[in-house]
């Protein structure tokens, strides 16, 4: 059997940023400082969706607690812990900086241009929510339907105190479409790298 002995190895180029050094006590791997230094791979991935419609009351921010259910058909897969959910509080499984994508989809509204609101509010001390992204589309008609996305890149640094809830608002009386078979509602956690 062959040994190859190197202190660090370096791509071709100039980017030492992607260098990785070889320690010197017990073989230990730092990471190299720079633009690639919070990589650390895809930990956390999941889908959830709703199953249940909502209705939501015509000019209220609504928190959506009902019906929740991971994605578990069409060859879903998921990578790492899941997240939890418990009356609309999303809690992290582990620390790091995760993309948040909610999708909303509305049906039903009883008047054409109605606004709708796809909403992620963020705490980071377990008790004041704020407003980190909305976003806004309109019904073209009563029979429409409006598909609205919103996105947060959240930086966890305590899953105890850092938390989310995820809201939706419209102008008027409407239902959010569900299914248990479909994700028509649902929100995407990826953890993209460590905190």
Known sequence: ??????????????????????????????????????????KVAGMWRINTGTNLVADTETTITAGWEEVDSDGY????SAMSESSGIWTFPETGIYQILWNVQ?????????????????????SSYST????????????????IL???????????????KLNALNTGTV?????DSQSRTWVQFIRLGDT
């Open 175 to 179: 239902t959010l479409h569900s299914a």
């Open 132 to 147: 980190a992204t909305d976003n806004s589309g309109n019904f073209e008609s009563t029979s429409s339907r409006a598909s």
């Open 1 to 42: 059997m062959s040994t190859i002995k190197v202190s660090t190895i370096s791509p071709l180029g100039t980017d030492a940023t992607k260098t990785i050094t070889m320690g010197e006590s017990g073989g230990i791997i730092t990471r190299a400082s720079g633009a690639n230094a919070n990589f650390a791979g895809v």
């Open 106 to 126: 509305f049906k039903d509204p009883q008047a054409a241009g109605n606004r709708c609101t796809t909403i992620i509010s963020v705490t980071t001390d377990n």
């Open 150 to 164: 919103a996105s947060h890149i959240f930086d966890v640094t305590d899953t105890s105190t850092h938390k989310c």
């Open 77 to 80: 897969g998921t990578i790492g």
